[in-house]
Each structure stands twice: as C-alpha cells, then as structure tokens.
C-alpha cells in the first residue's frame, strides 16, 4: 500500500479536475473512489489528493519535479493554462506555477 498523498486539492468538480490533472498536467490517477468523491494521483514523485468540496485559495501547494520547466510553461500556456512566470534561482532551480480551473496552485520544479 502506497502512502496518501502529500497534498490535497478541494475541487467543485471532481471528474473535470482529473481530466485535467491527467491530460493537461500529465499527472497519472492512482485511485479514485466515486462514492466519497475523490481520486489519488502522482507525478515526478509527488502524490496529490482530488476531493470534492470548495477550493482552499490558501492551500498547501504540491511541488512537481520536471524535465524542463520552460517546455511545460510553453506547452500549458498553448493549453490555455493559465500559467506564472519562469522563476530562477541562478544555478540551483527554476520554479513555475500552474493553477488548476478551481484556482489550487501546483508548482513544477527543475534543478539545474
């Protein structure tokens, strides 16, 4: 049994928020439990949770490992994603936000 998720997501619409965390965030679904509306999935060693509910603009923010943070940032924002700027720390990190249709913050990291 794999551990639950390192952060989890309020979303007012359950399916539609792992449509997009799987087609557009490339995440891949781990569980789902359609009676207590909510889903598990990871991607680049992250867990995160899907539940139904209202969004939290304050809440905790899943920190995804990525090949390439300005490839993800040029491909989300040709999706429509609404996406921050690349941030760089010199030498050490670049750091994106991508935020979700409910508005949660999801930040992709690269090392360098």
């Given at each position: 049994?794999?551990?639950?998720?390192?952060?989890?997501?309020?979303?007012?619409d359950?399916?539609?928020?792992?449509?997009?965390?799987?087609?557009?965030?490339?995440?891949?679904?781990t569980?789902?439990?359609?009676?207590?509306?909510?889903?598990?999935?990871?991607?680049?060693?992250?867990?995160?949770?899907?539940?139904?509910?209202?969004?939290?603009?304050?809440?905790a923010?899943?920190?995804?490992?990525?090949?390439?943070?300005?490839?993800?940032?040029?491909?989300?924002?040709?999706?429509?994603?609404?996406?921050?700027?690349?941030?760089?720390?010199?030498?050490?990190?670049r750091?994106?936000?991508?935020?979700?249709?409910?508005?949660?913050?999801?930040q992709?990291?690269?090392?360098?």
């Amino acid at each position: 049994m794999s551990a639950g998720p390192n952060v989890w997501y309020h979303v007012r619409d359950l399916d539609a928020a792992r449509r997009f965390y799987r087609e557009t965030l490339l995440f891949e679904e781990t569980a789902v439990d359609f009676s207590k509306r909510w889903a598990r999935l990871e991607r680049g060693g992250m867990a995160i949770g899907l539940a139904e509910g209202e969004p939290q603009p304050d809440g905790a923010v899943a920190l995804v490992d990525v090949r390439d943070v300005k490839v993800e940032a040029e491909r989300l924002r040709s999706a429509g994603v609404e996406v921050g700027i690349v941030l760089e720390l010199t030498g050490q990190m670049r750091l994106l936000d991508v935020y979700d249709p409910d508005g949660n913050r999801v930040q992709l990291a690269q090392e360098l």
